[in-house]
């Protein structure tokens, strides 16, 4: 479905959450756009209420999330295998079991005759009526008695990916590197409902200040466990609606991300390369560091993604990020707009936060599941090292390079960082421990790298390792 278009199932005047729901949850199969993003294309042009919105989130998010676990569920009651199905079917069908197995405040009934009126009013897209089929199909569910989970004796893998919902491969691969207790903390986490956690633009205001301006809003609001330009919202809500938003006082980061560019120690006055820059984030959160002072070159190679880094600058009041179009891999294309010239040193800094699996991002992003295989690892590491060794000529002897990805996997960070300091011996690694907060400092690994994976602040999985240029 192209970006933007309205879903075929889409036919009342006024859609209800479950319409909305299920048109996502079809959309986000073929789509290579995150969920979060059609989710809030759909709202936008809604007129929900709290409530609708609230609900319509519930079952998108609720579905992607425990996808696995619905489909074990329906297996014993389906007379031909989920797959085999019509998409729009096979999600009508998950978005029915959902409500039943894992929303008690939504009546079996309204569950199952909502799914029934769902079905019925697509018959003509997708060339027949499943509505008979979708009814025997949720009420045999009811019917059937809860099979026991998969044995943790014989087969570990496969249990924790039934129980947890993550993709097979996956769990196996946990269990194989981290042991099977290790494993399923790993898994469950998958399934964890993240915070809404902001980050303070201190070009703008403090934390202090803003915190005050939610309490006025009668929004629950507190400081980061971890670090220290966080704020968490006790409960979410549109983002554009929250005070302080359109004056620019703060941007939506987890708080594992927020740890990433104070590691670069940018000064004002810097020349910093933000490598794989949009959306933003980290390039708004370098020019705050840099009191918008200095110059960040904000390289990206989509056109559409550096409009959105150029919308959130503007909307921070960052006045130092200069968007360059190009692929990051190829300096012919991109350094030439810089004023620079290829193969001579011109930036202070380098930020590479690399283009990588998202495996420390399951949580945020649940269809990203159900998109990736065992294959994304050593797709994105090949593509890493291309980054790492395309940005070595563009760094001044002496300056910093800071590599950080969101995985959770050491193809992606220690061995891409082994094998880029063993084939560049002018880069020496130097532990990030003196640029974080001291609540921070148990996430410094042995090698002085920062991992936030399987932290205790329900922060997200996040990667990061410091190196200077010393010749």
């Not at 199932?9 to 079809?26: G, K, M, V």
């Not at 004796?153 to 946990?174: F, G, K, N, T």
Request: glycine share 6%.
């Amino acid at each position: 479905m192209a970006s933007g278009a309205r879903s075929p199932f889409i036919t009342q005047t006024a859609p209800s959450a479950r319409t909305i729901a299920l048109s996502l949850l079809i959309e986000s199969v073929k789509s290579e756009e995150g969920v979060d993003i059609l989710l809030d294309r759909a709202l936008a042009r809604c007129s929900f209420d709290s409530r609708e919105r609230a609900l319509t989130v519930e079952l998108t998010y609720g579905v992607l999330r425990r996808l696995g676990t619905i489909d074990w569920r329906l297996g014993p009651v389906l007379d031909k295998p989920l797959l085999r199905l019509p998409v729009a079917v096979q999600m009508l069908l998950r978005l029915g079991a959902y409500q039943l197995l894992f929303l008690d405040r939504i009546p079996q009934s309204a569950a199952v005759n909502e799914s029934v009126n769902l079905a019925r009013s697509f018959a003509g897209t997708v060339g027949r009526d499943w509505s008979g089929f979708v009814n025997a199909v949720l009420r045999g569910l009811l019917r059937h008695p809860p099979q026991p989970w998969p044995s943790m004796d014989q087969h570990p893998d496969h249990a924790l990916a039934v129980r947890y919902s993550v993709p097979d491969w996956l769990s196996r691969r946990w269990v194989e590197r981290l042991g099977v207790v290790t494993a399923e903390a790993a898994c469950e986490g998958v399934n964890v409902v993240p915070p809404m956690t902001l980050r303070v633009n201190r070009l703008i205001t403090t934390r202090d200040a803003l915190i005050e301006k939610f309490t006025r809003a009668n929004i629950a609001a507190k400081p980061t466990s971890v670090s220290s330009f966080g704020i968490v919202l006790e409960e979410g809500a549109p983002v554009p609606s929250l005070p302080g938003f359109q004056e620019g006082a703060f941007y939506v980061e987890d708080e594992a991300a927020q740890l990433i560019p104070p590691l670069l120690d940018p000064q004002p006055g810097d020349i910093v390369l933000d490598a794989c820059a949009a959306p933003g984030g980290k390039s708004t959160h370098l020019a705050d560091l840099m009191q918008n002072k200095g110059i960040i070159y904000a390289v990206d190679r989509k056109g559409a993604r550096l409009d959105l880094l150029q919308s959130n600058c503007h909307r921070l009041g960052v006045q130092v990020v200069v968007p360059v179009i190009g692929d990051i891999r190829h300096p012919h294309e991109w350094i030439p707009m810089t004023k620079a010239r290829v193969g001579e040193p011109f930036v202070d800094r380098i930020l590479v936060d690399a283009p990588c699996s998202g495996l420390g991002v399951l949580r945020r992003h649940p269809e990203a599941k159900w998109r990736k295989d065992a294959q994304v690892l050593p797709r994105h590491q090949s593509l890493q090292y291309q980054i790492l060794k395309a940005v070595v000529p563009c760094l001044r002897p002496g300056g910093v390079l800071v590599y950080s990805t969101c995985s959770t996997e050491p193809e992606e960070n220690e061995d891409v960082i082994e094998r880029f300091c063993r084939e560049h011996t002018e880069f020496q690694r130097e532990s990030v421990i003196s640029w974080l907060p001291h609540a921070a400092r148990g996430f410094v690994t042995e090698q002085g790298a920062l991992s936030t994976v399987g932290n205790r602040y329900s922060m997200d999985g996040f990667y990061a390792v410091r190196l200077r240029k010393i010749s």
